[in-house]
């Protein structure tokens, strides 16, 4: 359950990376809330590497994700959101998370969605 996973993120002083990759329908935009959530609680966060790919993560998901980089407590340098379900949209809200003085994301890996010529353009001009 996901929940357990957010839940301990939020308590979480060491933990370094975390794959929750190919988890198909059961990782959504409801349940990457959870996890940004859980990054904005933690003041003493280390994350530095989230792996989320070919989960069902859509433009919502990413919005949420968008919103925890841009946050003093998130320490996330890699993002790996490949193979999901991320338009244009989403590629818009990580775009402009990347552009936030508080963003320390040094990678974003967003292979194999949908994010289209648009969503290329917001990346590009971050």
């Known amino acids: 359950d996901i929940s ?26 409801a349940e990457v809330k959870l996890i940004a959530d859980a990054l904005l609680s933690n003041t003493r966060c280390k994350l530095q590497e989230l792996f989320l790919m070919a989960n069902n993560i859509g433009d919502d998901g990413a919005q949420h994700l968008a919103e925890a980089l841009c946050h003093s407590n998130c320490t996330l340098q890699e993002l790996y959101l490949g193979h999901n379900n991320i338009g244009p949209g989403g590629a818009k809200y990580l775009a402009e998370a990347l552009c936030h003085s508080n963003c320390m994301l040094q990678t974003l890996i967003l292979a194999a969605n949908n994010i289209a010529d648009d969503g290329v353009k917001y990346l590009a001009e971050a």
């Open 4 to 29: 357990v996973v957010a839940s301990a993120l939020a308590r979480s002083t060491t933990l370094k990376v975390l794959d929750l990759s190919n988890n198909g329908d059961r990782i959504g935009d």
